[in-house]
């Protein structure tokens, strides 16, 4: 069935370095993608969107790029900080549908 | 803070009992999403409330049902639980009936524990 998945589960990165975390989607009718962020103890936090009439998206530090050719989504992070270890979620949306999440990666910030 | 409230922050409660998980959107949101998250996984959709009216429906299981209120606050009422059902339970809400083009915005979450 459809679904959105991530590459890599655990991503670990020393402090400084730019962190890319990768999100893979199966729905080609999903037309709006979004990238969570959650820290322990807390709620998906929303970082950036990306609608599917753009490929790329930049906002403070992070980057998000979408190719829709490889139904392939991308979160990238910019000078990683020890505040960025959390778990990174992909969401897309198809029209109707519900927003479906992917499983998460865990960023590791290394000091 | 997202604007989205849940209470209570943790239950603990014993298998085959009934609990009540509240909510209470970010002003002006009409919808009001619940997800499960079990532990080290993704958020698994249950039910989607738009204005008081049921909207979408997800894994949601047959002990389990919500409701939207006039005032928009939502309640998910979990029974004959199991020690399965052990999770975080969050909400989420936006001010439209789908997810198109707008976010959703989640509460920090009830974490139920069943013993």
């Known amino acids: 069935g459809e679904s959105v998945g991530l590459h890599l589960p655990t991503l670990s990165v020393q402090e400084g370095d730019n962190s890319i975390i990768n999100c893979a989607y199966s729905n080609s009718a999903s037309d709006y993608f979004i990238w969570y962020k959650q820290e322990s103890g807390k709620g998906p936090q929303f970082i950036i969107d990306i609608r599917s009439n753009m490929d790329k998206r930049q906002g403070q530090r992070v980057t998000v790029l979408l190719n829709k050719t490889v139904k392939h989504l991308s979160l990238q992070i910019a000078a990683t900080q020890p505040g960025d270890s959390a778990v990174y979620f992909c969401a897309e949306n198809t029209p109707g549908n519900d927003m479906r999440f992917g499983a998460g990666t865990r960023l590791t910030v290394k000091p | 803070d997202s604007g989205v409230t849940q209470t209570p922050k943790h239950l603990i409660t014993a298998t085959g009992q009934r609990v009540t998980l509240r909510c209470s959107p970010r002003?002006?949101?009409?919808?009001v999403y619940w997800y499960q998250q079990s532990l080290d996984q993704g958020l698994q959709f249950l039910i989607q409330y738009y204005n008081g009216e049921e909207r979408a429906k997800g894994n949601i299981l047959e002990r389990f049902s919500a409701q939207q209120f006039p005032d928009l606050h939502s309640e998910l009422n979990l029974s004959s639980l199991e020690l399965g059902d052990s999770a975080l339970y969050f909400c989420?809400?936006?001010?439209?009936?789908?997810?198109?083009?707008?976010?959703?915005?989640f509460g920090n979450g009830t974490r139920l524990t069943v013993t």
């Open positions: 989420a809400s936006s001010p439209r009936a789908g997810g198109y083009n707008s976010p959703l915005h």
């Open positions: 002003s002006g949101d009409l919808s």
